[in-house]
Each structure stands twice: as C-alpha cells, then as structure tokens.
T-cell receptor, first 114, second 112 residues
Framework: KQEVTQIPAALSVPEGENLVLNCSFT??????LQWFRQDPGKGLTSLLL?????REQTSGRLNASLDKSSGRSTLYIAASQPGDSATYLC?????????????FGKGMKLTVNP | DAGITQSPRHKVTETGTPVTLRCHQT?????MYWYRQDPGHGLRLIHY???????DKGEVSDGYSVSRSKTEDFLLTLESATSSQTSVYFC???????????FGPGTRLTVT
C-alpha cells in the first residue's frame, strides 16, 4: 500500500530564506506527483504536477523535483515571503490500481515570519 | 480558479439523520471526487465518479453513497450520520484519471 510522508510536520522560518519541503513515498510505481497549498479554512490549490517521466517542474518561485527511484520529491521555494505561509501537501497518483486515486501526505505547515 | 462550488458550506446535524452534500462544477470535467480531511489522517478519498452514473469506491467509503445524474453535479449522502463522520469534506475535479485535481472550498460537517 502506498504511503506518503512529509517531514517535518511544521516549519517556521524568517522571511527571505530559500526553503526545501520534502515528500517521500514508499512505492516508486507512480503516474505522477502533485503539490498543493492549503490556506486555513480553504480548499487545496494545485501548485505543480510532475509526471513520472519528468525530473522537475517550475512555476515562478516554486520548483518541484522528482526522484522516483528513491521515492522522493522536493518542493523548493525561493526567497520565501509571509504570503507563502500555508500548509503544503504532496500527493501521488499510483501507476496501477487507478491513477485517479491520489494518496496524500499529511502536509507540512509553513510559517514565514516577517 | 476552477469553477467548483460546494453546498452547504457548514452544517450541524444530529446522529442518525440523513445528510446530502452537493458539489457543482462549471468546467465540464469528467472526473469528480469526494474527500474527507481529518487531523492526523490527512485527505482520504471517499468515492469518485468517472462519468454520469459511473462511480466507484475510495479508501473510506463505508457509510457513504454518491450519485451523479449530470456532468456538473456530484452528490455525497450520509444515510444515517454518525459522530465519526464529523469532518471537512472536499470535492475535487479532473479532466482525466491522474490529471491535475482542482478542489472546491469544502464543507464543514458536525454530527452531534
């Protein structure tokens, strides 16, 4: 059974730092991996989706990498800002058994202090 | 933002009563999903739909049923609500299986 882990569960940093958020998964047979952001009391916002054949994806200050063989993905946030404060979740779509059935990590709560 | 609305946004109900949550999309996406989000468990898939009248179970489907009579609407029903179903429920959509999923704003359900 696929398991997705995000460590640490929370992180507090000063504004301006470059950040690396980690996501690990137990089964390397994935279709893709998606990173989301969730603000308090809100739904999830899709940030980046990496297909299993890709190594990385970029959107603005965000860069996500994928290493299937080691079961890891990282989300890099450059020059963090207080507005980046949110919970970040990663989710993997399995290659077999239904790629529509995302398996989520429990998220990492990020606080960026001014 | 993807055009996804959920209703109601908040609901308090008593144990044993039926509850129906509605998800409405304006994107004409084929796939629709219902998740629940609980502290310590994260997001878990309840049911999903891959077309009108086509649905399948997710990880935590016991005690829930779904229906989809139109492309734009996906209903989640708790036939007899229990306190363990107190949660935040999210609807999501995608164009194809494994495609990028877009989430609605959520419904906070409290069962007393």
């Amino acid at each position: 059974k696929q398991e997705v882990t995000q460590i640490p569960a929370a992180l507090s940093v000063p504004e301006g730092e470059n950040l690396v958020l980690n996501c690990s998964f137990t089964d390397s047979a994935i279709y893709n991996l998606q990173w989301f952001r969730q603000d308090p009391g809100k739904g999830l916002t899709s940030l980046l989706l990496i297909q299993s054949s890709q190594r990385e994806q970029t959107s603005g200050r965000l860069n996500a990498s994928l290493d299937k063989s080691s079961g890891r993905s990282t989300l890099y946030i450059a020059a963090s800002q207080p507005g980046d404060s949110a919970t970040y979740l990663c989710a993997v779509a399995p290659f077999q058994g239904g790629s529509e059935k995302l398996v989520f990590g429990k998220g990492m709560k990020l606080t960026v202090n001014p | 933002d993807a055009g996804i609305t959920q209703s109601p946004r908040h609901k308090v109900t008593e144990t044993g009563t039926p509850v129906t949550l509605r998800c409405h999309q304006t994107e004409n996406h084929r796939y629709m999903y219902w998740y629940r989000q609980d502290p310590g468990h994260g997001l878990r898939l309840i049911h999903y739909s891959y077309g009108v009248k086509d649905t399948d179970k997710g990880e935590v489907s016991d005690g829930y049923s779904v229906s989809r009579s139109k492309t734009e609407d996906f209903l989640l029903t708790l036939e007899s609500a229990t306190s363990s179903q107190t949660s935040v429920y999210f609807c999501a959509i995608s164009e194809w299986p494994g495609g990028e999923q877009y989430f609605g704003p959520g419904t906070r359900l409290t069962v007393t």
